[in-house]
């Protein structure tokens, strides 16, 4: 045995957007011990990135996250309430005109972000949206205090540098399509 295998697992916790539960393992060297997991749908990420308006600007959402009691700038994201899983392309198009109202010509994925594999198995796929056109949100009842906007490039790489976005999926994705204009 090479990796951790679960004896038995029983879920402790279930809302409509997670499940936690606690596993019975036993590790390569046959010692056993638990391990607790949060179960979360895939999530999509979206860049929405304007060139149209002269100059290049990013779209950010800022709501306020209530582990951290914080109001956190960062880029469109989601899952699908109810634990459903749908094509991430689709998902990333429904959260960025939920979410901010925005439309996009095209949708190309940038890469794949585990969100804490040490205690998650939620994954992400980040997308980066073009063409962009403007329409009204869409907003679920938990985003009403959502707000959006457009920033510069320097603006949003400096929010970074302050702390003014702190979302590890946002910086991630951020770090993904830099890579994707370098090739």
């Given at each position: 045995m090479d990796s951790?295998?679960?004896?038995?697992?029983?879920?402790?916790?279930r809302n409509n957007w997670l499940t936690i539960r606690e596993d019975d393992i036993r590790r390569p060297d046959g010692s056993s011990g638990i391990y607790a997991v949060v179960d979360k749908p895939a999530y999509a990420l979206v860049i929405a990135r304007d060139l149209s308006a002269g100059a290049?600007?990013?779209h950010?959402?800022?709501q306020f996250r209530y582990p951290?009691?914080?109001r956190r700038w960062e880029f469109p994201q989601g899952t699908v309430p109810g634990q459903h899983d749908i094509d991430p392309a689709e998902l990333a198009a429904r959260e960025l005109r939920e979410e901010t109202g925005l439309r996009a010509e095209s949708m190309t994925e940038l890469g794949l972000l585990d969100v804490a594999p040490g205690m998650s198995s939620q994954r992400g796929r980040v997308f980066l949206a073009m063409g962009?056109?403007?329409?009204?949100?869409?907003r679920e009842h938990e985003e009403q205090d959502m707000?959006?906007?457009w920033f510069t490039r320097g603006e949003v790489e400096e929010m970074m540098r302050t702390g003014a976005i702190t979302d590890a999926q946002t910086m991630a994705a951020w770090t993904l399509m830099v890579l994707a204009e370098r090739r």
């Open positions: 951790i295998q679960t004896v038995r697992s029983r879920e402790v916790y290049e600007r990013y950010l959402v800022e951290l009691g914080l962009i056109t403007e329409g009204p949100h869409d707000r959006s906007a």
